[in-house]
């Protein structure tokens, strides 16, 4: 049955980033487009990166938070930190 519903239907991951809900007018839109996707047929996973959130605490730890072309890079401490924000 499963496997049925996964050949017809499309399933959608996204990622949500935090400046979306830190904007009530933006996730108001990201909202209604979610429902128009849901009403045409798509499955929609929505994850968060979390990344104010590692953001905060690497900084709270004293730990420089690093970015390249917009990717954090994260060496072995930072994904420490990681690992214990999202989870």
């Not at 017809?8 to 904007?23: A, F, N, R």
């Not at 938070?65 to 917009?70: A, D, L, R, V, Y």
């Not at 401490?77 to 989870?87: A, D, G, M, P, Y």
Request: aromatic share 4%.
């Amino acid at each position: 049955m499963i496997g049925e519903v996964l050949e017809q239907e499309k399933i959608y991951v996204i990622k949500i980033g935090g400046s979306i809900l830190d904007c009530d007018e933006s996730l108001k839109a990201f909202a209604k487009q979610i429902q128009q996707l849901h009403s045409s047929g798509v499955f929609v996973v929505i994850i968060h990166g979390g990344g104010n959130d590692i953001s905060h605490m690497l900084k709270r730890l004293g730990i420089e938070s690093k970015f390249e072309k917009g990717l954090r890079i994260t060496d072995s401490q930072t994904i420490e930190v990681v690992e214990k924000v999202l989870s």
